[in-house]
């Protein structure tokens, strides 16, 4: 076994003096950590590294002030990022730079259209995109619309016509029919005055009745009265002829 070695500053003269002591390490905002960079105590890790009392107390006055000056150089915002992966952080130039990038024009690497907004399009009968007009299908297609086209205005002026004989149609129809309300109207008056004028009939033929029994009871009242007073002048004529002669100029 090999023997145990002091390590003293003699004896080991490229170690450093730690700098990771600090008494006011909680007021700070950016802590320090020296730990894990391997560079600056690259030997503090193994356990047969003991100080002796002398050095100790020796780089602990001098490692205090060392420390305290470390601690307000690191309070600078540029000094925060201490013991973090330098590779992972960006530096504030470089981050200005990438927004001054992505806010100006776009580079066809990064996929960013450059095209813009435009007005709603509104429908019309151009075509939007070049269209061959000598090609033969285009030709058909045109024609074939232009047919479609003219059928469909003669269908809408055969509609305009149609619409117009059913307004006139429908103005014969709603005038027929207030002449048939005036007929009908009409024909219930005459039906009305019909049926008074049968009552006044009917009435008129009940008086003829007994007028008629009225005369007939007058001529068989007055055959009575000729047969009576022939009956008595017969009786007359044969008590005095001379009484009956005289009443011969009565009958």
Same mark, same amino acid.
């Given at each position: 076994?090999?023997?145990?070695?002091?390590?003293?500053?003699?004896?080991?003269?490229?170690?450093?003096?730690?700098?990771?002591?600090?008494? &006011?390490?909680?007021?700070?905002?950016?802590? /320090?950590?020296?730990? @894990?960079?391997?560079?600056?105590?690259?030997?503090?890790?193994?356990?047969?590294?003991?100080?002796?009392?002398?050095?100790?107390?020796?780089? @602990?006055?001098?490692?205090? /002030?060392?420390?305290?000056?470390?601690?307000?150089?690191?309070?600078?915002?540029?000094?925060?990022?201490?013991?973090?992966?330098?590779?992972?952080?960006?530096?504030?130039?470089?981050?200005?730079?990438?927004?001054?990038?992505?806010?100006?024009?776009?580079?066809?690497? #990064?996929?960013?259209?450059?095209?813009?907004?435009?007005?709603?399009?509104?429908?019309?009968?151009?075509?939007?995109?070049? /269209?061959?007009?000598?090609?033969?299908?285009?030709?058909?297609?045109? &024609?074939?619309?232009?047919?479609?086209?003219?059928?469909?205005?003669?269908?809408?002026?055969?509609?305009?016509?149609? @619409?117009?004989?059913?307004?006139?149609?429908?103005?014969?129809?709603?005038?027929?029919?207030?002449?048939?309300?005036?007929?009908?109207?009409?024909?219930?008056?005459? &039906?009305?005055?019909?049926?008074?004028?049968?009552?006044?009939?009917?009435?008129?033929?009940?008086?003829?009745?007994? /007028?008629?029994?009225?005369?007939?009871?007058?001529?068989?009242?007055? #055959?009575?009265?000729?047969?009576?007073?022939?009956?008595?002048?017969?009786?007359?004529?044969?008590?005095?002829? #001379?009484?009956?002669?005289?009443?011969?100029?009565?009958?």
């Amino acid at each position: 076994m090999s023997p145990k070695r002091n390590s003293t500053p003699d004896a080991d003269p490229t170690r450093k003096r730690p700098r990771h002591l600090c008494s &006011n390490t909680a007021e700070s905002p950016c802590t /320090v950590s020296v730990a @894990k960079n391997p560079l600056e105590h690259p030997r503090d890790e193994r356990s047969g590294d003991i100080l002796p009392h002398s050095y100790s107390s020796h780089a @602990k006055d001098v490692d205090t /002030v060392e420390a305290s000056t470390i601690l307000k150089k690191n309070d600078a915002p540029e000094n925060c990022l201490v013991g973090l992966d330098s590779a992972k952080i960006a530096p504030k130039t470089t981050i200005e730079q990438w927004i001054g990038r992505v806010k100006g024009a776009a580079y066809p690497s #990064e996929g960013i259209s450059t095209k813009r907004a435009s007005d709603v399009a509104v429908q019309t009968d151009v075509t939007t995109f070049p /269209v061959d007009n000598s090609s033969v299908p285009y030709e058909k297609l045109s &024609n074939r619309f232009a047919k479609v086209k003219s059928k469909c205005n003669e269908l809408y002026v055969s509609l305009d016509h149609a @619409k117009l004989a059913s307004e006139a149609g429908w103005t014969k129809y709603w005038c027929a029919e207030a002449k048939c309300r005036e007929l009908r109207k009409a024909l219930s008056e005459s &039906n009305k005055e019909l049926t008074e004028a049968r009552k006044a009939i009917a009435e008129t033929t009940k008086e003829l009745d007994e /007028v008629r029994e009225k005369l007939d009871d007058m001529i068989y009242v007055k #055959e009575q009265a000729v047969s009576d007073a022939r009956y008595w002048q017969g009786k007359l004529a044969d008590s005095d002829p #001379e009484v009956a002669d005289i009443y011969d100029d009565y009958t």
